[in-house]
């Protein structure tokens, strides 16, 4: 039998992130990655597998080719001890015309939290499902800890039902983030939408900047130098699941899977922040990182 600990790491976004997903025939030129099958935003494994060990090699932890596996020109040797998921979206910061920003998220995506926190042997994810009711003369429904008849989310009018079964789910997912005073932030800014809602929010209400590039002497664009970038925003809010084998290293790998999971978990994050994605020069990517394990399981192999 092969062990294993698993952990969810959740990422709270302190800075715009770009994970990019290379050039696109559309108007933004640099968009992020996003799932295929749903277009939700998300930050693909390989790019937070690559976060870490960078963030491994920059803090000195020991052992890092047995936890990440070799170097890209030995890969065929030995695997990584640690597996590394996709970062996926959980709650995404969406500007509203009535108010503060909210955190609007849909019940398709609490499932999948509860499904993957199911795979990993996680508690505490266990709170009763919401749905959101059909729209009522034309406008869409929502449902929040408390009531408003008009909220706007971008430029889209909804109608917010209270519901106050939310708290269970609130209290579940607030301890994602590693930010002080989040819970009690979400609380006033929580907004559950439809799957269908959110599918098009999620698309179209991520942030899209222009740059351009300047011919020092005469302060004039370079020609062909413009170019849109797409970011997730600062609060986004996503989780990634890790599952830590043996060492698979021959030799003189020597580390548990207890042992590989506390290395890339507390040791890695005795400072609780990682930073991923592109453009780091400029400061984005940044994230504060909260970690939930699972401390004991077996797994085939």
Not at 132 to 151: E, M
Not at 174 to 197: I, K, P, T
């Amino acid at each position: 039998m092969q062990m294993t600990t698993t952990a969810l790491l959740g990422l709270h976004a302190e800075t715009s992130i770009h994970a990019g997903a290379g050039a696109a025939l559309d108007v933004v030129d640099l968009p992020i990655q996003r799932e295929a099958h749903t277009g939700w935003p998300c930050i693909f494994g390989s790019a937070v597998k690559g976060a870490l060990r960078a963030a491994a090699t920059a803090r000195k932890l020991p052992k890092i080719e047995v936890i990440f596996g070799p170097e890209n020109g030995n890969s065929s040797d030995y695997g990584g001890a640690l597996l590394v998921g996709d970062a996926r979206l959980l709650l995404l910061p969406v500007r509203s015309l009535t108010g503060h920003f909210k955190w609007v998220t849909c019940p398709a995506v609490l499932r999948r939290l509860q499904r993957d926190a199911e795979r990993v042997g996680l508690s505490g994810f266990t709170f009763q499902m919401p749905d959101v009711g059909p729209a009522q003369n034309g406008v869409p429904r929502a449902k929040a800890l408390a009531a408003d008849s008009a909220l706007y989310l971008e430029e889209y009018k909804f109608a917010v039902d209270a519901d106050p079964a939310l708290s269970s789910v609130i209290t579940a997912i607030a301890g994602l983030s590693g930010v002080s005073g989040f819970a009690q932030d979400l609380q006033r800014q929580f907004v559950l939408v439809s799957d269908e809602d959110f599918a098009i929010i999620s698309r179209y209400a991520t942030p899209v900047t222009p740059h351009v590039a300047l011919d020092s002497k005469p302060k004039r664009v370079r020609t062909g130098a413009l170019w849109y970038e797409e970011t997730l925003p600062p609060e986004t809010l996503l989780y990634v699941s890790l599952i830590a084998n043996d060492a698979r290293k021959p030799g003189n790998g020597g580390m548990t899977a207890a042992e590989v999971l506390k290395a890339a978990t507390d040791e890695l994050f005795k400072k609780p922040y990682l930073q991923v994605g592109g453009n780091e020069t400029v400061g984005m990517g940044w994230c504060k990182i909260a970690v939930h394990i699972q401390q004991n399981g077996t797994m085939g192999g």
